[in-house]
Every structure is written in structure tokens, then in C-alpha cells.
């Protein structure tokens, strides 16, 4: 291919760009609710205030007009926990059954499971460590694209409509 050629192929492809920018402005937000559950060493109850963090969550997720949630399990152990496995098993299970009372359709709810290392444990200003062995992420289900929630004054967008 001669270098006039892919010159003049460049020149198309930049035009279309700027004319397909110029026809109006695409627009993103992201949308979405989290919940961090930090629990004791080597346990799998569910405490009051974790309960609160995953209600606090659905909540502000069930004020989404016409859409259904999605919530994301993070399950996790850290390597200084006992029976890795089975921790993850068991905390996903009951922040599964905890969503599943709180009304999230047990087909929306999905569960990943993790091992966590010391480098992922959060240090307080007073020097103990925290480990938030679960996280919880909720986004709307839509028919087609969510984009038309960013407009939307019942909604609280996470970040700012992109308009290039």
C-alpha cells in the first residue's frame, strides 16, 4: 500500500471521528452501590453492622427506577485465616442468603471467591489491622444500555457523565 494511500485512509478515519463526535455527545456514568464487610479472624457470622452496610447498600440500589439489582459477592479469606476454603464457602453463602431476605433475586446474585494476602490488609490510623474479608457490589440490570440513568434525578451516578 503506497504511503498517499494510507495517508488519505488516515484523513477518512479522523473525518468520521470528528463528524461522528460533533452529531452529538456520548455520555457514560458509572451506577453502583458497595458494601465492605470486614469480620473477625477465622469467622462467618454476619455481624449487626454488617448487616447494616449490605442494607444501608440495597437501599440506595432499590431507588433505581425500573431496573433490577445485581449484586456481586466478593468472598474472601485472608492467608492468615484457618480452612481458606470453607471460610470463603461459608461467608458467601451467608451474604447470599442475607441479600436473598433483603429481596435481590437469588439469579442476580453472584459470587466470586478470593484468597487475600497480607498486602491487601488495611492499616487504621491506630496501628490494628482491618480485614475486610467481603465485598459487595450492586449495578443495575437494563434492557440495552443503563446510560439513560445518568440523566435520571431519582439516581445518584458514582461518577460524572463523560462528554467528550
Known sequence: MSKKLKVRGSVVIVALAISACSYGSAGACTIGEEAEIELPVNTTALTNANRLAITDAVIEAKKWPDVQIQAVIMAG???????LDQLKEDRARNVKVYLQQLGIRSENILIEKHTFTDEMVVKRPDGTLSYRQVFVEFKPICNGSCAWMCDDPRVTPRSKVINP
Open 77 to 83: 479469606a485472608y492467608t492468615v485465616e484457618r480452612n
